[in-house]
Every structure is written in structure tokens, then in C-alpha cells.
């Protein structure tokens, strides 16, 4: 497939809502764990990079006080909603300016996305003060026969289809689906101090907010799922099975990774 200059997702697009609304009821929960278990926030200068809708940017706002401050940037930042305590900037981390010196630098679901993956994160911990903790976090997807669709209804098995062509798609755009495990490494190269990774991950049954955010991001790559093959009648019956609480799929593995700029 011909690589594709850009982001696969719209953040303006009419599906962004679907698509961050399944992200937050799936994820928010273990990144507000990770990050209370590396910054006490009451105070602190915290940077929320691709904030997409700011669910966490607007948590983080909430808990640092008055006397912390947050910044959240997107290339498209009109979903972060405005909040007391929180800062928003439309903001390129691969080519714009630096943002400042942070206590903690945070970015969910984009290093596994941009080709320019370690000039993102050069600059992520450049904002870091020193002792200052980064925290990134990006998927590991199954795919094909990995993703194991199981149901009764025949169409259950267009879900793994559809996953393959998905990723394909990703991939033409510049995505890495194994970045997620090798970014231990690359914190280690950066020269960050107490570098750790922490997991998780369930399976993923019809109508959970993991099959939302299939379904969410169906919308976005229909052009180029139907000009690798599947048809819309194939892609309606995805659609309604991901829906459907008879299927049950291995859901994406999520690695944590967090490392900290040496004092």
C-alpha cells in the first residue's frame, strides 16, 4: 500500500467523538494510576501532548490546584474543552517550539503513530525539569487470526478482516505497531533515569469500549478499507458485530512507559 503523508485520524472529524469517549472509558482509569504513582500533582507543571478531547489534561487540571498549571497541545486542539487551570495551544511536539520546563510530560496513543517518533520524544523530555517524569503510552494490537473474533454469527469473523486491513492502513501512514515494546530501549538511549514498563490489558466483548473504538475509527478509514477490497455490506456487518455482546476479541495490550530526566 502507497505510505500516506499524516496522521490517520481527524481530531475534527464528525467520529472523533465516539472515538475519544471509547479511549477515555477505556484507558483513563490506568492513567490516572500510573501518573498519581509518579508525581504527587497538587502543585506541579504538567504537559498534556496530542490532549485529543483532555480528558486526562482537564483530570491533571483539576488536581494540581491552583498553584500547579496544565498545558495541553494537539495539532487540532478544538475537542479539549476550556477549564479552570488548564492551559490549551495548538502545538506540533515533532517541529514547533519548545513548551517550558514540566514536572510531568505526558502523551497517550501518539509516539506509535508519528514516523517522526524520537524527535517527539526528544523534545518531550526536553520539557522535562530535572527529576521530572515522562510517561508515554501506545498499543500493541493483535491482528489477523491474533485478534481470535468468537461468535456464532459468521460475520464475526469479518472483525479479524477488517483488523488486518486497519493496521495496513496505519502502517501506510507512518504507524509502528511495535513501538510499544521496543520504547523501553529507546527511553534508555535517551539517557532517562528509572525507566520502567507497566501493561495491561482484557479481552474485548461487543459493545465494550474497546469494539467503540474499532467501530469509532471505521468511519474515518472507510475510504481506504473499501479500496483495499472489503464492501460496504461487509463493513455494515463489522460494524453491527462489534456491537454485538456474542463476540468476544483479545483486546490491544497497552505498555506504559515512564522514565525520568537525572536531577
Not at 7 to 20: L, P
Not at 76 to 104: A, F, M, N, W
Not at 129 to 143: H, I, R, Y
Request: net charge negative; with cysteine.
Amino acid at each position: 500500500m502507497t505510505a500516506v503523508q499524516g496522521y490517520a485520524y481527524d481530531n475534527q472529524s464528525a467520529h472523533a467523538v465516539e472515538h475519544h469517549d471509547a479511549l477515555a472509558a477505556m484507558l483513563d482509569t490506568h492513567t490516572r494510576r500510573r501518573i498519581e504513582e509518579l508525581v504527587d500533582l497538587p502543585g506541579k507543571r504538567c504537559l498534556e501532548v496530542a490532549a485529543g478531547a483532555g480528558s486526562i489534561a482537564t483530570w491533571m487540571a483539576e488536581r494540581v490546584g491552583p498553584q500547579g498549571h496544565v498545558l495541553a497541545t494537539d495539532l487540532k486542539p478544538q475537542r479539549i474543552p476550556d477549564y479552570p487551570g488548564l492551559e490549551v495551544r495548538q502545538h506540533d511536539i515533532t517541529s514547533d517550539e519548545p513548551l517550558g520546563r514540566y514536572d510531568l510530560v505526558h502523551a497517550r496513543l501518539l509516539l506509535n503513530h508519528l514516523p517522526e517518533r524520537r524527535t517527539a520524544l526528544r523534545n518531550m523530555i526536553g520539557a522535562l525539569q530535572p527529576g521530572g517524569a515522562v510517561l508515554t503510552e501506545d498499543f500493541w494490537p493483535t491482528v489477523g487470526e491474533e485478534l481470535v473474533a468468537y461468535g456464532p454469527d459468521p460475520a464475526h469473523a469479518l472483525v479479524a478482516r477488517y483488523q488486518t486491513l486497519h493496521l495496513q492502513i496505519l502502517a501506510s501512514h507512518g504507524n509502528d505497531r511495535n513501538w510499544s515494546r521496543g520504547a523501553l530501549l529507546a527511553f534508555q538511549d535517551e539517557g532517562l533515569a528509572d525507566v520502567r514498563v507497566t501493561v495491561h490489558g482484557s479481552s474485548w466483548r461487543g459493545g465494550d469500549p474497546g469494539c467503540r473504538l474499532l467501530r469509532a475509527g471505521m468511519g474515518q478509514l472507510h475510504d481506504q478499507v473499501i479500496a483495499l477490497g472489503m464492501t460496504d455490506e461487509e463493513l455494515e456487518q463489522v460494524a453491527e458485530a462489534l456491537m454485538d455482546p456474542r463476540l468476544i476479541i483479545n483486546g490491544y495490550l497497552v505498555y506504559l512507559t515512564s522514565g525520568r530526566r537525572p536531577a
